[in-house]
């Protein structure tokens, strides 16, 4: 999982996609359309976005996440070995690199 910050601009989330190889992205209606700009430059791996709430239609590469979840069975059908070594969330923290996306220097 790679949370992104909301007070990110496009460029910056774009960044951690790409650094992060995401494919899926959760998120609110209210973030779609930079999310949908992102994924149609091709820049990133993003290829489906999967959103919170239904208050825009579904179209390709996007599902929403209640309807999604009203399919889903209460049992898992497949779960995981884990491992103590097992990657859970990534953070990007680097606030020099993102504040230089934005042509700001980041005071030390």
């Known amino acids: 999982m790679?949370?992104?910050?909301?007070?990110?601009?496009?460029?910056e989330s774009a960044w951690i996609l790409q650094n992060s190889q995401v494919s899926l992205l959760v998120t609110s209606a209210q973030f779609y359309p930079m999310y949908r700009e992102i994924r149609q430059d091709n820049s990133t791996p993003l290829n489906h976005i999967c959103l919170i709430?239904?208050?825009l239609?579904?179209?390709?590469?996007?599902?929403?996440?209640?309807?999604?979840?009203?399919?889903?069975?209460?049992?898992?059908c497949y779960t995981p070995v884990l491992s103590t070594d097992d990657t859970a969330e990534i953070l990007f923290t680097s606030r020099y690199h993102l504040a230089s996306k934005r042509g700001g220097d980041y005071p030390l």
């Open 57 to 76: 239609p579904a179209d390709d590469g996007v599902s929403h996440f209640t309807q999604l979840q009203a399919r889903q069975s209460a049992t898992l």
């Open 2 to 11: 790679v949370p992104i910050n909301a007070r990110l601009l496009g460029e």
């Open 53 to 55: 709430g239904e208050q």
